[in-house]
């Protein structure tokens, strides 16, 4: 019976905790309903006459098992919610009251009439003393609280309001049930059991309290009177209520339209977002994505699901988010294995605080070619600035040379043979300076000028035999030999013509630091880290000063000190094509340099490749198309409808490299029929033609390039396959 007993304290307790810590979604009533409910339990259980024996005490369960979770509701709606709540929930256990004393009058009445079971009837007296006793106790407790809180913690002026307030139910049904002797004496026999049956429901309000306290939703102190204000307030409650009841038509018009407005915009910003040529995120305070538009979606080369985290579409995103002096920055972003990172620079505008904190508009932009381009002009205007300075240094120095050279003569005529052998070679020495000297200025002054780098796809492999086919003779008549090791078909995006020089100026150097019987090694390749192409000689070398100072403009190893920008040059070239040029040496073992480049996304063209049939109907699709395919060197005929490939076919029938389709609707049947035996990538959601498809010799990433450009604007979405039916 102590368990069933202590099970029911807890179920009641946990539904009046529960039902009230959810009111700020489903409102009071559902506490009010619980309260409701329990007044009725109480009234119930008193026809049974349930009691246990605990701890030596004789405890009526059928009152102390819901009455003290009652009294817990009536304390945390006090606290928290404030005077009128606590009416409305004293009125709830008043009216429940009354209910079940009309309840149980009309079943003893029933039982007169109907066989049903009847528990014992209490006289109508000892209904109305319950239900002033409830009352009494409710108000109490809520006048102890407040004067309580005032001295302690709000957790122990809860526990201590709720064990007086069943102190104080005890008193007053005492009282009014026995009379004052007898009454006094049933408080001193219950006053033991009635505090061990508020033990458990105290120290569940305490702990309640003490988390409401800390989540600052406790109410301040107030008068314990104003609970007894109901008429003045409820007046004038009543009088705001009419007013607001006379406004009601006016208010609800104008929020109407306030919502109208507020879709309208809502439709009009989702509409000018997705349809925007900027790419637009939105992140929530969690740092993932909540909507993004078709631009993001194409800048970012990937689906964009939501609640993705932004730091996998966006890595270092957080940073800015995290210092709140930027708003924007510059993050590098990997794409495909072996490709560069491309640069996006991102814009994160606050949208304010939301319910679920604060939001971010992302506006992202592919800067990659924009800072590439500043880069290299950069660099072009540092090259110009060398040889600026160089002809103007040399304009002033001319006229020195001449005046050195001209005296340089009238001492040698004056001289003659009769000369000693130490002013022969300090006149030798004066010449050698004088000619070292116009060397270098004609070299600062007349160097092959530095331009932006047209990039194209240029083999790694080829670069290095064509600089070596320029210096393999001077090689061999020196002695030395040229090796060439590594695979074709590693492409780079370069300038051939600057590649080509800057080999040249590389291959010059260990050349010249060679002597007879040299070797020169020159590997090309692909790692983790781009493509590579190493010079490794074993000539002299340089020693550690010469090493770090062999970019600068104007500084030579040579026997002679002529030069002294080839390696500056071609420094700033390797940089302006997105890579890097290295060196590493040391003296009498020789020198490495080495020069890494990005591999290019695309192959190239093989060399008996047939042109390309480009049947496209969408004009600029066309034109990217062609412009792709004819950077590479390869040859494309263009159609744009069904009667030119008619035509074509009737005048130069041809075996195709490729055939690009997208012409909307699809080829009559004898088209396609003529159109068979040709290879053809078929950009749609039908393959119309699957014979000679094996001919196509081009890379993958070359068809997969060109069926991107192919796709006409107009649509959204086109279907790629290639050498599959």
């Not at 209490?122 to 809520?142: K, R, T």
């Not at 090791?485 to 060679?514: E, K, S």
């Not at 012409?663 to 159109?675: G, V």
């Amino acid at each position: 019976m102590v368990e069933l007993f202590l099970i029911m304290q807890i179920v009641c307790l946990a539904a009046v905790t529960g039902l009230h810590a959810g009111r700020a979604r489903f409102t009071l009533a559902p506490a009010f309903g619980g309260c409701s409910i329990l007044t009725f339990i109480t009234w119930q259980l008193l026809q049974t006459a349930w009691w246990v024996d605990f701890a030596g005490a004789h405890i009526n369960a059928a009152i102390y098992g819901p009455m003290p979770a009652i009294l817990a509701g009536l304390t945390l709606v006090y606290a928290m919610d404030g005077n009128r709540a606590a009416r409305a929930y004293l009125l709830t256990m008043a009216v429940t009251a009354a209910v079940c004393l009309l309840f149980n009058e009309f079943l003893f009445q029933l039982a007169h009439l109907l066989p049903i079971t009847s528990l014992f009837r209490f006289p109508l007296s000892m209904h109305f003393i319950l239900a002033a006793s409830l009352l009494g106790a409710g108000l109490v407790e809520v006048m102890v609280y407040e004067l309580a809180r005032r001295r302690l913690p709000v957790p122990i002026a809860m526990a201590a309001a709720l064990v007086v307030g069943a102190i104080a139910f005890l008193i007053v049904q005492s009282l009014l049930s026995y009379g004052p002797a007898m009454g006094l004496r049933n408080i001193d026999n219950q006053l033991r059991a009635v505090g061990l049956a508020s033990i458990l429901p105290a120290l569940a309000v305490a702990a309640y309290g003490a988390l409401a306290q800390r989540a600052g939703l406790v109410l301040p102190a107030r008068r314990p009177s104003e609970l007894f204000s109901v008429w003045q307030r409820t007046e004038l409650e009543l009088a705001e209520v009419r007013e607001s009841f006379l406004k009601a038509r006016e208010t609800i018009a104008e929020l109407r339209a306030l919502n109208r407005a507020v879709e309208t915009e809502r439709r009009l910003r989702a509409h000018q977002v997705e349809h925007s040529p900027l790419a637009i995120l939105e992140i929530d305070h969690r740092g993932r994505v909540g909507k993004c538009n078709d631009a993001a979606r194409t800048l970012l080369r990937r689906g964009v699901p939501e609640g993705m985290p932004v730091e996998h579409l966006l890595p270092g995103f957080a940073s800015l988010l995290a210092d709140p002096t930027r708003v924007s920055t510059v993050l590098s972003v990997p794409t495909e294995p072996g490709a560069p990172a491309r640069r996006i620079q991102v814009t994160a505008m606050p949208l304010g605080k939301r319910d679920y904190g604060p939001a971010y508009s992302v506006i992202a932009e592919d800067v990659t070619e924009r800072e590439q381009l500043a880069f290299a002009r950069g660099i072009a205007e540092r090259v110009r600035g060398i040889h600026m300075t160089g002809r103007v240094i040399g304009h002033d120095l001319a006229n020195l040379m001449l005046a050195i050279d001209g005296n340089l003569a009238r001492l040698r005529d004056r001289i003659g043979s009769s000369a000693t052998d130490e002013v022969a070679q300090s006149l030798r020495a004066i010449a050698d300076a004088a000619q070292r000297s116009r060397d270098l200025m004609r070299e600062l002054g007349t160097q092959q000028p530095f331009a932006l780098p047209e990039l194209s796809a240029c083999d790694l492999h080829a670069l290095a035999e064509q600089a070596v086919s320029f210096l393999g003779p001077r090689a061999a008549d020196a002695g030395i030999a040229l090796e060439i090791d590594g695979p074709t078909g590693v492409m780079v995006a370069a300038d051939r013509t600057q590649m080509v020089r800057v080999l040249l100026n590389l291959l010059g150097n260990a050349i010249r630091a060679c002597g007879r019987g040299g070797k020169i090694e020159i590997e090309t390749g692909a790692d983790a880290e781009g493509a590579f192409l190493r010079i490794r000689d074993n000539g002299i070398g340089m020693s550690p000063d010469q090493l770090e100072r062999a970019f600068d403009p104007g500084f030579s190893t040579k026997a002679d000190g002529r030069g002294g920008l080839g390696l500056a040059i071609s420094y700033l070239i390797v940089d302006a094509h997105g890579g890097r040029l290295t060196l590493a040496s040391a003296p009498g073992i020789g020198t490495l340099a080495t020069v890494r480049l990005p591999v290019s996304a695309l192959r190239i063209l093989p060399a008996d490749a047939r042109p390309v049939l480009l049947i496209i109907d969408d004009d600029q699709a066309r034109e990217r198309c062609a412009a792709l395919y004819r950077d590479l060197g390869g040859e494309v005929v263009e159609v744009a409808s069904a009667e030119e490939l008619a035509d074509l076919l009737d005048d130069a029938p041809a075996d195709w490299e490729l055939v690009v389709r997208t012409l909307r609707p699809h080829l009559q049947k004898m088209l396609r029929q003529r159109l068979a035996g040709s290879a053809e990538l078929v950009i749609g959601k039908t393959r119309w033609v699957q014979r000679g498809i094996e001919k196509c010799r081009l890379s993958q990433e070359l068809t997969r390039e060109l069926a991107v450009q192919a796709r006409p604007l107009a649509t959204k979405e086109y279907d790629f396959t290639q050498g599959q039916s």
